[in-house]
């Protein structure tokens, strides 16, 4: 379980995070949204210590990672997997190589149960074919699913997500979204993901965190996410008049105001 504690971040003059306290659902993609600017990155990376707060904490276990030892440390980056935004693999390995790269750094197993690990992950995000090509060589959604299989190729506990959509269409975008989720559940692993793709937000959002100006402002699912009230939530969710008329329909809809399965043919029509 992932426990954040009050916790607070800043550059020089400029404060990021200013006190977020949350707790991340286990077995469950938890989703963090706000605008570009507002910290989700700097969060993501305090979570997985590469940013160490200014106060707060962040517990894994109910043990403060921050508070660990080198050893302790050690074992918990072990568990978590982390794609960064915009995939971020070696320009210079194969996919092959990029897949292994963690089990060379963490484990002493032979080069032939590596490579039968490394084929194993990239089955499972359904790349063939592909080991010995380099990224320059693949599309956006390959690489980002290299990237999934390399996050989770040490089997982690907890998986962090940047920015798995971005740059893609919106279908592969779904794709990958739902890949995501399927491994959360296939392997009930806690999973965290910066997102401001509205689809996945509603594919995908069983926890949905939405920062504002350093602060979580709402917190609540998919499901709730229609109903809400939260201002500054629906400025940002549902932008468009589009998506504010999509909103109340899906409202009359859930409320049985209007009929879920009306066909749309007969009623233009009539
Ligand atoms: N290492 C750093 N030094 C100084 N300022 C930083 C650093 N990292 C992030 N910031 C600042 O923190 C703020 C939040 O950045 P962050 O990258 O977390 O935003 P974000 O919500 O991930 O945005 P996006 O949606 O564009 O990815 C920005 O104002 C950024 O300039
Ligand atoms: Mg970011």
Redesign the pocket.
Known sequence: MIEVKNIKKG??E?T?LNGVSVTMQAGKCNLII??????????MKSMVGLLVPDEGEICYNEKDFNKLNNEEKKEIRQQIGMLF?GSALFDSLTVEQNVMFPLNMFTKDTYAKKLKRVNEVLERVKLKDVNRKFPAELSGGMKKRVGIARAIVLNPKYLFVD?PNSGLDPQTSLVIDKLVKEITTEYDITTVV?T?DMNSVMEIGDHIIFMFQGKKEWEGSNKEIIFNKNERLNEFIFASDFLKDAKDMRMLEQTGKINNDRDMDKLLKG
């Open positions: 550059f020089g400029r990021v706000g605008a570009s600017g507002s910290g989700k990155t700097v969060f935004q920015e910066n401001h």
